[in-house]
Antibody, heavy 120, light 111 residues
């Protein structure tokens, strides 16, 4: 079955960096576009970034551009989110989500999320 | 781009129908037929329930239905069951950065 497993979260001080990973299994990872979405404690969901199946297209939300970078390694079936210059308001659960095969717009499978806490 | 507006909570008795609204603008909900709905139980990952306004993924109960009128999309749950108690989020494609916006979320309670 489709599985997406995020890792790499933890407690980090403001200004530091972190790299999140999302390991995919149960489907042909290189065929699918994938997204990163986050959810701050007690808040709604926020879209962060998307990368096409082959990595040739990538888009990030203006609110995080320059600090958060999406990438993928299809040989390792893994999606990444490089997070730099972290701020307290980056504290959230970070999810990777697969886009449905025929459309980037529908997130048809999600991971369980990894919690990032930015605190001094 | 602001979050889409949803009621904070909706409740109903088992067997009843409830409707959750999701209000945006002509730049998101009203401009595209790319509205999705997600169910999220506490501590769990979101689950896609409706896509492209009114389509159900395979495996989702036909008790869930979606529609849209103007800048407002709606999710209706008919024959409410205890397992439907969860948070529900809508989302829409926006055509410009950020390319996707989510709703504020609605907590559904089964009385």
């Amino acid at each position: 079955q489709v599985q997406l497993v995020e890792s790499g979260g933890g407690v980090v001080q403001p200004g530091r960096s972190l790299r999140l990973s999302c390991a995919a299994s149960g489907f042909i990872f290189s065929d699918y576009t994938v997204h990163w979405v986050r959810q701050a404690p007690g808040k709604g969901l926020e879209w962060l970034a998307v990368i096409s199946y082959d990595g040739s297209q990538r888009y990030s939300a203006d609110s995080v551009r320059g600090r958060l970078t999406i990438s993928r390694d299809n040989s390792k079936n893994t999606l990444y989110l490089q997070m730099n210059s972290l701020r307290v308001d980056d504290t959230a659960v970070y999810y990777c989500a697969r886009a449905e095969s025929s459309s980037w717009h529908n997130f048809d499978n999600w991971g369980q999320g990894t919690l990032v806490t930015v605190s001094s | 781009q602001s979050a889409l507006t949803q009621p904070a909570s909706v409740s109903g008795s088992p067997g009843q129908s409830i409707t959750i609204s999701c209000t945006g603008t002509s730049s998101d909900v009203g401009g595209y037929n790319f509205v999705s709905w997600y169910q999220q139980h506490p501590g769990k990952a979101p689950k896609l329930m409706i896509y492209d306004v009114s389509n159900r993924p395979s495996g989702v109960s036909n008790r869930f239905s979606g529609s849209k009128s103007g800048n407002t999309a709606s999710l209706t749950i008919s024959g409410l069951q205890a397992e439907d108690e969860a948070d529900y989020f809508c989302s829409s494609y926006t055509g410009s950065n950020p390319f996707y916006v989510f709703g504020t979320g609605t907590e559904v309670t089964v009385l």
